[in-house]
């Protein structure tokens, strides 16, 4: 898929030295055409034209010679093109979710581990940098113990969900079958970074609960005349998703999901510990010791000091980049590590733990919000596993 994600990954893949765009493939026949014209613009050997119909990915994955093969479909198409790219010899990235159900989350697991390739969510989140500057404070111990974390995906969609194109050609009919956390992870990969989630740590269980769903039906009201079908439509998605997560150490997290209903964005990004904590939108921290008493301090008052390093070493060549210059920062990591051999930054069991949220709070809401057990894709592993080190370029 090369809509806008995918095209947008397609660009910031041609600002990397060395890349190969060998195939396209989307059954939008005019964008596929358009993002093939930036390759040969760009100097590069024209990609391989596949979309002949909806599974032409699988065509491309059998005949085609590359190392990854990267999806940015509608949400159904992931785990397919995953394990079609896994299957065939090829390393897999897809755009979040992962997955939506807990059978396809273990699916994606047990193809990489047959397979041997990789399968990495591209949360680009995790690559924000106010993020990675929590991080890195985390990992100085400037938070003490992480004890708690808040977090979330807060955005109006609305006119998102009823464009005539794009996202809005697929996701509103989600929002018609499905009521839980839809979309976890912007706000949670972030979250289970800092608390070592699959590395010394785990999710255990999970409580959910939704709102009623309102917002969607007033918007259609208000946009559309009488007539219309639009209006007609019946959404069961909860407008504001809470859902509560248990790890096995005890800490607890806080997972919102709000995107049908007018607000400003946010991913809250609250990271609570010992010592202090950092509350983001606006971003700002209280350290003990650091800060003055009972007050918050400005992120900027502290960047300087606590930047990310990756962040300082590819600020420059990011500058320009999709969400502020984080998508740029995850595929730049994402071809470093294959290239050298590295585990990736996020691996399957990343994939799997994040996505599964969805259909666990699914079941939770339709369940009295009864808590349900967080499967461990790692086996146990978990508990060995090093954590994620303070990275540079």
């Given amino acids: 898929g090369v809509g806008g994600m995918g ?20 059954i939008d026949s005019v964008r596929n055409e358009e993002v093939a014209s930036w390759v040969t613009d760009d100097g590069r050997a024209p990609p391989a034209m596949y979309g002949r119909h909806e599974t032409d990915f699988v065509r491309m994955c059998e005949t085609e010679e590359m190392d990854l ?31 939506y159900t807990t059978d396809d989350c273990w699916r994606l697991v047990e193809y990489a581990e047959k397979h041997q390739k990789h399968c990495v969510m591209m949360e680009n989140c995790n690559y924000d940098r106010p993020e990675m500057m929590v ?10 113990d992480i004890l708690h974390a808040e977090c979330g995906y807060l955005h109006d969609l609305r006119e998102i969900k009823f464009s005539e194109t794009g996202e809005g050609l697929w996701r509103r009919a989600h929002s018609m079958v499905r009521n839980g956390n839809l979309y976890p992870t912007h706000g949670l990969g972030p979250v289970a970074n800092v608390m070592d989630i699959n ?8 409580v959910s609960m939704s709102s009623p769903s309102q917002g969607l039906q007033e918007w259609a009201v208000a946009s559309y005349p009488e007539d219309h079908l639009k209006r007609g439509e019946r959404y069961v998605l909860g407008d504001v998703n809470t859902t509560m997560i248990k790890t096995a150490r005890g800490r607890t997290i806080y997972l919102s999901h709000d995107t049908n209903l007018p607000r400003p964005y946010s991913r809250i990004h609250m990271v609570q510990g010992t010592k202090g904590l950092f509350q983001g939108y606006p971003h700002r921290a209280h350290i003990e010791g650091l800060s003055p008493g009972h007050e918050w301090q400005d992120w900027m008052d502290l960047r300087d000091k606590y930047d990310h390093p990756l962040w300082k070493d590819l600020e420059e060549q990011s500058e320009g980049a999709g969400h502020g210059g984080m998508d740029f920062i995850e595929d730049y990591r994402l071809v470093k590590c294959l290239r050298e051999g590295k585990p990736t930054d996020m691996n399957v069991y990343d994939a799997a733990a994040m996505s599964v949220i969805t259909p666990l709070s699914e079941w939770s809401v339709a369940n009295r919000s009864r808590p349900i057990n967080v499967p461990d894709f790692t086996r146990g592993r978990w508990a060995q596993w090093p954590k994620l080190e303070i990275l540079r370029a």
């Fill in 199 to 206: 590395r010394g740590d785990q999710f255990e269980y999970l």
């Fill in 69 to 99: 093969v990267f999806t940015a479909t509608p949400w159904e198409w992931h785990v397919p093109v995953c394990v079609s790219a896994m299957g065939n010899g090829k390393h897999a990235a897809t755009e979040v979710p992962a997955a």
């Fill in 7 to 26: 095209g947008a990954h397609v660009r910031n893949f041609l600002g990397l030295e060395g890349i190969e765009i060998v195939a396209l493939c989307d």
């Fill in 135 to 144: 991080f890195h404070m985390a990992r100085l111990g400037l938070f003490g």
